[in-house]
């Protein structure tokens, strides 16, 4: 997935992209949408606050296209943006608070149907319900490499992390998520 | 090898990060341990979650609300010129524009208070003027009853 993001394509619309014509800009917005839009949702949860997100994340960008270095990668750059505006946004959203409170009850029964378990949706709920309970600095690793599928050394860029760092995280991420979703595995 | 540093190898192995001696020593202690390999096993049903997770797709419209505001908060042309110029540039741009607008200003109200002067004189001067006075002007009344005195008196 990340390795067909590097691509001369995406390395001839980064340079264009310091010109800060508005038609390059919404080539980025229309290649990244899906992708920035899906990390959101599973980094703020709510769905009008991940929507939120993502606006601000493209905002971001736009208005940081002047400290942007072409030849550093595109997808590492918004990744970062989208990570960090979704992190903050967790930390600010004033329904966090009564979201976390509820957040036990939140939970997917803990004997759900068998053929309502493997379903996408229940499963989606479960994770999303499981991923704010986890620690903030191991929620980034293991929704990059488990949702964007990125690899140890694209995390590792994005988050601004030793590679080991990031194997560590994903691996702890890995240990307390089967403690929380058991019932699904 | 002991459980516990198995227990660390079960994610770089489910990622593919073990070298060639250590997934040999992991394989084979997983199949000799049933809890470690208990482990594995739940790790890797945990991958299969992640992968059946639904994959989210920006809302309608998302892309083209992202350009609006991102027109909405474009600068204008002007002061995007000011913004890529070195400060002291800026400076100098904005102290010319406030010397010509005072010029301006200044040569404006000189120049409209010379004309006001000048017509007021001309206004009084054509006023006073005795060539252009005409006390019964043609095509009036009074102009007429003086043409019918005036016949009268000849007669």
Redesign the interface.
């Known amino acids: 997935m990340a390795a067909s993001m590097t691509s001369m394509d995406e390395l001839n619309l980064a340079k264009r992209l310091k010109d800060g014509e508005l038609t390059d800009f919404a080539e980025l917005v229309r290649r990244y949408e899906d992708r920035i839009y899906n990390l959101c949702r599973y980094l703020v949860r709510d769905p009008r606050d991940a929507q939120d997100a993502a606006q601000d994340v493209f905002l971001k960008a736009y208005r940081g296209l002047k400290d942007f270095r072409p030849d550093s990668s595109l997808y590492t750059w918004i990744y970062r943006i989208a990570v960090n505006t979704s992190l903050d946004y967790r930390r600010r959203s004033r329904r966090e608070a009564s979201r976390e409170a509820a957040l036990s009850d939140d939970l997917p029964s803990a004997q759900p149907l068998p053929d309502q378990v493997y379903e996408s949706k229940e499963i989606t709920e479960a994770i999303q319900a499981a991923l704010p309970r986890l620690r903030e600095k191991l929620r980034a690793p293991i929704v990059l490499r488990e949702i964007e599928g990125l690899s140890y050394e694209e995390i590792a860029k994005v988050l601004d992390l030793s590679v080991g760092t990031v194997k560590s995280r994903i691996s702890r991420a890995r240990d307390e998520l089967r403690n929380l979703l058991r019932k699904h595995l | 090898m002991k459980c516990h540093r198995i227990r660390?190898m079960?994610?770089?192995y489910?990622?593919d990060?073990l070298g060639p001696a250590e997934k040999e020593g992991f394989i084979s202690h997983i199949r000799g341990c049933a809890f470690c390999r208990k482990?594995l096993e739940?790790?890797q049903?945990?991958?299969h979650?992640?992968?059946?997770?639904?994959?989210?797709?920006?809302?309608y419209g998302?892309?083209t609300?992202?350009?609006a505001?991102?027109?909405e908060?474009?600068p204008s042309w002007l002061s995007r010129f000011f913004a890529s110029r070195p400060l002291f540039l800026r400076v100098m741009g904005v102290a010319m524009v406030l010397i010509v607008s005072f010029i301006g200003l200044i040569s404006g109200n000189v120049l409209v208070a010379d004309k006001g002067a000048i017509q007021r004189e001309a206004n009084i001067q054509q006023a006073l003027s005795l060539e252009v006075f005409q006390a019964t002007p043609p095509d009036t009344i009074g102009a007429i009853y003086v043409t019918i005195m005036e016949v009268r008196d000849a007669t």
């Open positions: 660390k079960i994610s770089p489910m990622d990060r482990d739940e790790t049903s945990l991958g979650l992640f992968a059946s997770a639904e994959r989210f797709h920006a809302p998302f892309a609300r992202v350009m505001n991102v027109q908060r474009e």
